[in-house]
């Protein structure tokens, strides 16, 4: 009820105003009192409200933008407790997040014109600023301890089935699964998953791997080969290639200062099973 509520307080004043945070799969705990939301609601929807004819009358909005930054995150950090595993600490946005939160509201608020001129000096700099966070982000990943890519798609299905990891249930430290179908097809034999991200079906055999010999010299090639480091750089730290996509970083760390439990979703090995799930031509991703 409060998400929908804030959601369309959000929505009247036509900015998407989306914070990244690092909730991860579980998250962490909402405060379950229902009077004490409503009266956050109320007592917000009032600035909220105000703000909405500021937009109307299409001014530039950066001091607003930050004030209700501020109150949003005031917002959801009351509307959390800590538990387990999933502390306080994983709403601390890193400058990645930050930043793609601000541009997701900018977009949303800033004028058609200024949005699609490429010449102004505002969408000069949010470009450099972007390229400067995606390097920062492919500074990130790292290479397989061994030089080997790849393991076992057998494996591999089996974490991109598993949806389970890092909430307040789990024990600190026990394997996480990749929920990689939550928003991707994989095999054609499962018929349940998500269309938030592309279909990777068959995705290593229309990538040019049509038997078992392009794959087992691909993965000799390893580092050098375009397919492999792509793949691999992906699977480790998505935001290497397109900064504010919705694909989780599954194998690096990133935040270290703010967080205090942090450690990837993912392993090295985990990562390798996954890329014999989508690479293998005996994989039932390339059936
Ligand atoms: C929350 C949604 C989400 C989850 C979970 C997710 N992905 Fe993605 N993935 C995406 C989106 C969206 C893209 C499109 C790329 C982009 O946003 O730039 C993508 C892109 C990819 C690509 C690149 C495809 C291409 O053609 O270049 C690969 C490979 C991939 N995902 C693999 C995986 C695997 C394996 C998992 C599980 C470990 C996974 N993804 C989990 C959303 C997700």
Redesign the pocket.
């Known amino acids: 009820m409060f998400k929908l509520a804030m959601n369309s307080l959000f929505r009247k004043c036509q900015s998407s105003n989306f914070t990244q945070v690092n909730t991860g799969y579980g998250g962490v705990r909402v405060r379950h009192s229902k009077k004490y939301l409503l009266g956050v609601m109320l007592a917000l929807a009032q600035p909220l409200l105000t703000s909405c004819s500021i937009f109307d009358q299409n001014t530039s909005g950066s001091d607003l933008d930050s004030r209700l930054r501020e109150q949003t995150q005031n917002v959801v950090a009351l509307s959390f407790e800590p538990k387990g595993q999933a502390g306080l600490d994983r709403l601390k946005q890193d400058r990645t997040q930050e930043f793609c939160s601000t541009q997701r509201a900018f977009k949303g608020v800033a004028s058609a014109e200024n949005a699609l001129d490429p010449q102004s000096p505002q969408n000069n700099s949010i470009s450099q600023l972007t390229e400067q966070l995606r390097l920062e982000n492919l500074a990130l990943i790292q290479q397989p301890k061994d030089s080997n890519y790849v393991g076992d798609f057998k494996r591999g299905e089996l974490?991109?089935q598993d949806g389970r990891g890092k909430t307040w249930t789990d024990p600190q430290g026990s394997a996480n699964g990749?929920?990689?179908y939550?928003?991707?097809r994989?095999s054609k034999n499962e018929i349940s998953y998500?269309t938030?991200?592309?279909s990777?079906y068959q995705?290593g055999k229309l990538r040019g791997i049509s038997s078992l010999d392009v794959y087992l010299n691909k993965v000799k090639e390893g580092a050098s080969d375009p397919l492999i480091q792509?793949?691999w750089g992906?699977?480790m730290n998505?935001k290497a290639?397109?900064l504010c996509?919705?694909?989780?970083r599954?194998g690096v760390t990133f935040n270290a200062s703010a967080h205090e439990q942090n450690s990837p979703i993912?392993t090295q090995e985990q990562i390798k099973d996954?890329m014999s799930?989508?690479l293998d031509p005996r994989s039932p991703v390339n059936d």
């Open positions: 974490i991109a990749g929920n990689c939550n928003c991707h994989l998500g938030l991200g592309p990777l995705y792509y793949t992906v699977l998505s290639y397109d996509t919705v694909m989780p599954f993912l996954l799930l989508l």
